[in-house]
């Protein structure tokens, strides 16, 4: 059964630093692209990293760029988002996804998701 899980999540001051991880089971990373999504209080879902099958291209929210960094473990088949520079408005429940290949930011297209790890950023 494919299953992602989310872990890493807490409550950091404005300017810190958190590494969240999602693990994967059930499938390998060579043939499924990983997302990292968050939704905010009384907000959509919006996507935030992702990284295609084999780790040949990542992309990110404009939001995040220059402070987030998504990478892969294969041999853990766990992948990894980075996030320095933490703002208030980064706090949300962060959620990872998978599909098969390539990265989407259509929050539709993804079929398996964890149950999301909350990231408070706060004085």
């Known amino acids: 059964q494919l299953q992602v899980v989310e872990s890493g999540g807490g409550l950091v001051q404005p300017g810190g630093s958190l590494r969240l991880s999602c693990a994967g089971s059930?499938?390998?990373?060579?043939?499924?692209?990983i997302a990292w999504f968050r939704q905010a209080p009384g907000k959509e879902r919006e996507g935030v990293s992702c990284?295609?099958?084999?780790?040949?291209?990542?992309n990110y929210a404009d939001s995040v760029k220059g402070r987030f960094t998504i990478s892969r473990d294969v041999a853990k088949n766990t992948v990894y988002l980075q996030m320095n520079s933490l703002k208030p408005e980064d706090t949300g429940v962060y959620y990872c996804?998978?599909?098969?290949?390539?990265?989407?930011?259509?929050?539709?297209?993804?079929?398996?998701w964890g149950q999301g790890t909350q990231v408070t950023v706060s004085s």
């Open positions: 996804a998978t599909r098969s290949f390539s990265c989407s930011g259509d929050v539709r297209e993804f079929i398996y």
């Open positions: 059930g499938f390998t990373l060579d043939y499924y692209a």
């Open positions: 990284v295609n099958m084999r780790g040949a291209s990542t």
